[in-house]
């Protein structure tokens, strides 16, 4: 992904991110990470750096460049997700069981 032409790694629907690069100077030197908070999912851009010692020698500035993606009004939760709907669904199945249980005349007295 050419970001120095221009392009952006989030598509105009909202639904993908192309990551790829992995500081490659074929794609721009460039790297990503996708961070997922409870409040927001952002794109971090990462430029290519020697290392640590040369960063701080030299006074290159390492700071990711930041995009956000998505905000939220509140902090989403493990149950405001998909697999928050499936543990819900496992949990409903287990309590069905438990009352079977309950309400069968083989169980220990």
Do not use: C
Request: charged content about 30%.
């Amino acid at each position: 992904m050419k970001v120095e032409k221009g392009r952006e790694p989030g598509q105009t629907s909202g639904k993908a991110i192309t990551i790829d690069g992995a500081f490659s100077e074929a794609y721009g030197d460039h790297g990503f990470t996708l961070v997922l908070e409870p409040e927001q999912t952002f794109l971090a851009m990462h430029y290519h750096f020697e290392s640590v010692e040369a960063a701080i020698k030299d006074g290159i500035d390492i700071i990711p460049k930041t995009t956000t993606i998505k905000k939220w009004e509140k902090p989403r939760r493990v149950g405001d997700t998909e697999r928050g709907e499936q543990i819900r669904g496992e949990v409903a199945l287990l309590e069905r069981l438990v009352e079977a249980y309950r309400g069968n005349s083989l169980r220990p007295r």
